[in-house]
Each structure stands twice: as C-alpha cells, then as structure tokens.
C-alpha cells in the first residue's frame, strides 16, 4: 500500500469542503454525460461485487496470520478517482480524507476489518495485492487467482474512463 509520508490531497476541513462544493457543482454541470459517467460507475460496482467474496475468501486465508497488518501501517487516501465513483455512485462524499489514528491505524479499521464498503474504500484498498496473497493465489488450481487479477484490471481501466470524460466533460 501506499508509503509514509506521501503526500495527501485535502487533508484540512476547509480543502475537503472545497472540494465537496467543486465535485458538487461540476456534476451538476455534467448535462446528459451523467448518465455515461454513471453507466461506467455502476460497470465497477457490478466488479466490486464480483470481488467481494473473492477478496474476503483470499483475507481470511492470509488475514488472520498476518503479523503487519497493511491498515495498520499504509498511508492510503482518496483521490480524484476515488470521489467520482463515490460521489456518482449516490450523490455523497466521505465526510473527511481518509486519516489515521496516532499509532499510524486506519480510522476506518474495526477489529472486525474495514468498516467502509468497497465501493466507498480508496481503490488500492481493493488493488494491493500484498505478497502473501500473491502466494495464495499461486498455489490456487487452474488459475482460480487469475480472475482477481482481472477483475481488477478492469476496474482500473474504468475508473480512468471515468476521470478522462469527466475532465473532459468539464473542460
Ligand atoms: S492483505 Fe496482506 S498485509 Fe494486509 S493484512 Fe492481509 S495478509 Fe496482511
Ligand atoms: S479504508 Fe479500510 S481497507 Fe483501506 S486502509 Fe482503511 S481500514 Fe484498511
């Protein structure tokens, strides 16, 4: 995941709220490219669920052994990206950057995992792969892990889809 130290975008109340009224009002601006933007983002929830499951059974194989838990010590953030899918999704945005607690933790970790769903997760909390799972996968037969892979490959191509035309469509 993503290193310390990174730089994150909109970490202060008043840059997040910034943003929060800029996606606001360029949305509302889109006309009938909307409807494209929101075709392309229900394309990656319909992704996201495929990979749910899949995810969840990969974590509880590596997971619960795992001695450097990655939402323990990542700097993970949302992005432009990000916020569309969320945003275009239902017409909300977080409340705030994703931030962590003093000893480096997610706020989002509960001792039950992530307490967000995937869709309103930044994407490399669904991309990064770490090198446990990569094994897991390895070992599975026929090249059952392949699918994850692609699945997420997909959802990447999207989400650029998706910030181009909205670029675009923004001027
Ligand atoms: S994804 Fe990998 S690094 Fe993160 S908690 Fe699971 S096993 Fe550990
Ligand atoms: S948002 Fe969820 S999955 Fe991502 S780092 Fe935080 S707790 Fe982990």
Redesign the pocket.
Known sequence: ?GAIGQWIPWQDRQEWSQVVVSMTAAVAGLGGEVEHLREIVRQIEGWYAELDGQLDNLGAVTCCRCTTI??TV?T?CYDLRDLLVIYLADNRLPQQQ?TRQADGT?V??TPHG???NRRE??FI?TWYICAAQKDALMGQQHGAGSEIFALIAKVKTARKELENRFVDAVG
């Open positions: 995941m990655c939402c990542a993970v994703v997610c989002h970790l992530c307490c967000l997760r930044p909390c």
